[in-house]
């Protein structure tokens, strides 16, 4: 019922750019916080940015800051990351969260989608 489905990823040249989205379904899409995360091999997940619920505040790991930009559209129930000046170190599998919480209910994650940065 309850469904997050990353989309946009490949593999891109760095200096390139990508567009990850997640659509959501089954669940109050405009109620939770969300976040891009990713993992790569070997290495633990990290949190990559964070929305508010609304969508007027954003967050992002120092990594990626000034690169990559989180968006939402609640309309539409999708997520997106735009990544912009990609670094081979960007290579991962990167997964939407929705946050849970003691009246919305659990964390949601995706499955992942696989961004390759690379000559």
């Known amino acids: 019922q309850v469904q997050l489905v990353e989309s946009g990823g490949g593999l891109v040249q760095p200096g390139g750019s990508l567009r990850l989205s997640c659509a959501a379904s089954g669940f109050t899409f405009s109620s939770y916080p969300m976040s891009w995360y990713r993992q790569a091999p070997g290495k633990e997940r990290e949190l990559v940015a964070g929305i508010t619920s609304t969508g007027g505040t954003t967050n992002y790991a120092d990594s990626v800051k000034g690169r990559f930009t989180i968006s939402r559209d609640n309309a539409k129930n999708t997520m997106y990351l735009q990544m912009n000046s990609l670094k081979p170190e960007d290579t991962a599998v990167y997964y939407c969260?929705?946050?849970?919480?003691?009246?919305?209910?659990?964390?949601?994650w995706g499955q992942g989608t696989q961004v390759t940065v690379s000559s």
């Open positions: 969260k929705a946050r849970g919480g003691l009246y919305r209910g659990p964390d949601y």
